[in-house]
């Protein structure tokens, strides 16, 4: 067996598009995610131009729908969805069970393929006149009257469905039979256990937002009439359907987060996590409580009382795993050997902006505040604390905490910390000021307001046109240290963690001989921490 | 990895990511059971909506089902368990080695195949049929008496069911073909069977979609 790195053998673009190699799926799945993430940051771009002003000036109503759909969609299916568990999960799930790959590396690959062919049918649609439902495809406005392209969205959607359910099924499969010899389940790094949970709702969730789709596809272009209520048929049963998928893909998003961020705060503080078994099985809570929560979306859209009030308080009961999570990285940190790199950087953003977003998310479970800010930028503020102060830190720190085993490099650090400082400054005036405006009672989905908003929507501008700079800036360094960053050893940071055990970047097998483990996943306390500059 | 040579299947059934059969074949298991339970929830999510709507208009979906041929319904159901007799025939004669056993996995998988096929011939004849009578949702859609709105979302939901149970049984009658074909080259044995076991969990699945199907559509409320 070739000891040369997955990335120097085999050569050629062939041996890229057909590889069956998880660490080089990930790296496909790097390139794809990321032009989906600037596809939809350039939505968002003209969201806050035309928001600038009061007067809807820049686009007409008509086109601004259009803009905050189709950031919606590509945000939420071709980014925020598939980013961590593919790119970071795919590379890291069978190193650090000291698997030679996936159980079904072939799957693996057809996953990618399969999200191309969604994301393309997708892109087409933007290309012909785009979608103006938003992400939510409310009926009967998406089967009835909406002019945009509703059906080539959703085969889109639902075809990259599937990428999400093969991932899902191959993550479950790998976990349970692939692990290294000694590697019992409370042995797992918390990044699998995340990557489990998240596997759980993508395989159970994902099939519902299929069929929901595909019955909304069959209603526009057949003329069927299952939420048509001129027809007999119920659009609050739409809602239902579409929020059992798409409240747990909230979680979905979040959760690999929370694991990459375990594996962060650990590494960092040079410390064991504290409450190991807690911070596992808030995992597994979190999927399955958040599979009941989906009513919390529905208290204004006519759904019973009794439904709102237990929908209210099974929301509220969500925050009790996710709290779990906040107080043990935290008390991790307590007495541990801090050191301010960039992924840790990104860790602490995390942490503060997953706790606002969280508590804002209690707002929101509550009955009657939710009435008052519904469908109003406090909403918006709030998922975008999660999803982008959450998820997006996280896949930022963790993707600058494996750079050294994915490229074999070292990202610069000053640079790096850099972008991270402006990272978290532009998303603050980005969406703070959001908060404001919801509890304002501006309305989401509006593309003109009142001029007295104005001053905290021209910070939001602001804010946003510097945490694009900000995201910019890693894209630049990352492709440079590819060629002219420093080559590093095999674990550069001291961590624990059987991917630190290989060489970076790794070979094809990951492991020359298969490891045995004989010990529990963090090993920092136990060991003289070695702090590397 | 080095265990491979100790089975007896040729080495080519052993991928090079697992240690030993034993490892890959729990694994391709585990795997169709996890994609059988995405499909419980595919199904479930269509279910769902028939479950709302027959509690919301009771009457009307009584009388939507008085017009499904009860019969062509009872004899699809008996070809298709037969064809799950013969699956787990050929599943039963995966696990046997010699010449015999092979004659009999090749003969019942072709056997699988063959029901499954007059299924779907059965099914378009009564498609054609339902869309010969105006039962086809949409424009075109006429059903006689006070309850042509719902009977039509009963038919909707009919047609969606009922259309993605047949796909669902297309592409078993392709893989059981393929799987046919490779036991005729005697691919399988002993050791290595993985395929007609993953293939006949997946061809039971889709027959039991069928047993929920045929009583919720075509029975439940007949003569009403």
């Not at chain 1, 747990?248 to 990459?260: F, K």
């Not at chain 2, 063959?114 to 299924?119: A, D, K, Y």
Request: glycine residues 10%; contains cysteine.
């Amino acid at each position: 067996m070739s000891a040369e790195s997955y990335l120097a053998s085999p050569r050629g673009v062939r041996s890229w598009l057909l590889t069956t190699d998880h660490k080089r799926i990930a790296i496909l799945y790097l390139v794809s995610v990321t032009l989906f993430f600037f596809l939809g940051s350039a939505f968002a771009v003209a969201i806050r131009l035309e928001l600038l002003t009061p007067a809807g000036d820049a686009v007409q109503a008509d086109t601004y729908g259009r803009l905050f759909t189709m950031h919606g969609v590509v945000m939420i299916f071709f980014f925020l969805i598939p980013a961590i568990p593919t790119v970071l999960g795919n590379f890291l799930v069978p190193m650090m069970i000291g698997a030679r790959d996936l159980a079904f590396p072939r799957l693996n690959l057809l996953s990618w393929y399969v999200y191309v062919l969604g994301a393309s049918i997708s892109l087409w649609a933007i290309v012909h006149g785009g979608v103006d439902t938003g992400w939510t495809f409310y009926t009967p406005f998406s089967t009835t009257y909406s002019n945009g392209a509703v059906v080539t969205t959703g085969i889109g959607v639902f075809i990259t469905g599937f990428s999400s359910i093969l991932t899902g099924l191959n993550f479950i499969v790998t976990i349970h039979r692939m692990r290294a010899p000694g590697l019992g389940w409370y042995r797992l790094p918390l990044f699998i256990w995340a990557h489990y949970a998240t596997s759980l709702m993508m395989v159970l969730g994902t099939p519902v937002i299929a069929m929901t789709l595909l019955l909304v596809v069959a209603e526009r272009a057949l003329g069927l009439g299952i939420f048509d209520p001129a027809r007999g048929g119920d659009p609050i049963l739409f809602q239902h359907l579409f929020w059992f998928y798409s409240h747990p893909a909230v979680y979905i998003m979040v959760l690999p987060a929370m694991g990459v961020i375990s594996e962060l705060v650990t590494a960092f503080a040079k410390k064991n996590i504290f409450g190991y078994r807690f911070v596992a099985w808030a995992s597994i809570a979190i999927a399955v409580l958040g599979f009941f929560v989906w009513g919390h979306h529905m208290f204004v859209s006519g759904q019973s009382a009794y439904a709102g009030m237990v929908f209210s308080a099974l929301s509220f009961l969500v925050a009790v795993p996710s709290a779990i999570k906040v107080f043990n990285w935290t008390a991790t940190l307590y007495r541990g050997s801090v050191s301010f790199r960039t992924p840790m950087l990104y860790a602490f953003g995390f942490i503060g902006l997953f706790t606002i977003g969280g508590l804002t998310g209690l707002f929101l479970s509550a009955l009657g505040l939710d009435v008052h800010v519904h469908d109003t930028y406090f909403v918006v503020a709030h998922f975008h604390y999660i999803m982008v102060g959450g998820t997006i830190m996280a896949f930022l720190g963790g993707l600058h905490y494996w750079w050294p085993k994915i490229s074999g490099s070292s990202y610069p650090e000053g640079w790096a910390r850099f972008s991270a400082l402006v990272i978290f400054v532009g998303f603050n005036l980005t969406f703070f000021p959001q908060f404001l405006l919801g509890y304002l009672g501006m309305p989401r989905r509006y593309h003109a307001y009142p001029p007295e908003l104005q001053v905290l929507n021209v910070m939001s501008s602001a804010g946003a046109s510097i945490l694009g700079v900000g995201y910019l800036i890693p894209m630049v360094y990352l492709f440079w240290s590819m060629r002219y960053g420093a080559r590093v050893a095999a674990n550069p940071w001291g961590a624990s963690g059987l991917e630190w055990t290989t060489p970076s970047p790794p070979p094809t097998c990951n492991f020359e001989t298969t490891p045995v483990v004989t010990q529990d996943p963090y090993t920092y306390s136990s060991e003289e921490a070695q702090v590397v500059g | 990895m080095a265990e491979a040579g100790h089975s007896q299947a040729p080495v080519s059934s052993l991928k090079h990511h697992f240690d030993d059969m034993e490892q890959q074949q729990a694994a391709s298991t585990l795997g169709m059971w996890v994609f059988l339970a995405t499909e419980v929830l595919f199904f479930g999510g269509a279910l769902t909506v028939y479950a709302v709507y027959r509690l919301v208009y009771p009457a009307a979906f009584s009388a939507a089902s008085n017009h499904l041929d009860v019969r062509i319904g009872a004899v699809n159901t008996v070809v298709l368990i037969g064809s799950s007799l013969t699956m787990a025939i050929a599943v039963w004669s995966a696990r046997r080695n010699g010449p015999r056993s092979t004659r009999m996995l090749v003969g019942s998988l072709a056997m699988t195949a063959l029901l499954g096929s007059v299924f779907l011939a059965i099914k378009a004849t009564e498609y054609s049929a339902k869309l010969a009578a105006g039962l086809f949702p949409g424009p075109a859609f006429r059903f006689p008496g006070a309850h042509a709105r719902p009977a039509e979302l009963f038919y909707s939901l009919y047609f969606v069911l009922t259309g993605l149970h047949a796909l669902h049984l297309a592409i078993g009658i392709g893989v059981v073909a393929v799987v046919a074909a490779r036991a005729a080259r005697g691919r399988y044995d002993l050791e290595y069977h993985g395929p007609v076991e993953i293939t006949g969990l997946y061809w039971h699945f889709v027959d039991v979609v069928w047993i929920f199907l045929f009583p919720l559509l075509y029975l439940v409320g007949r003569g009403g």
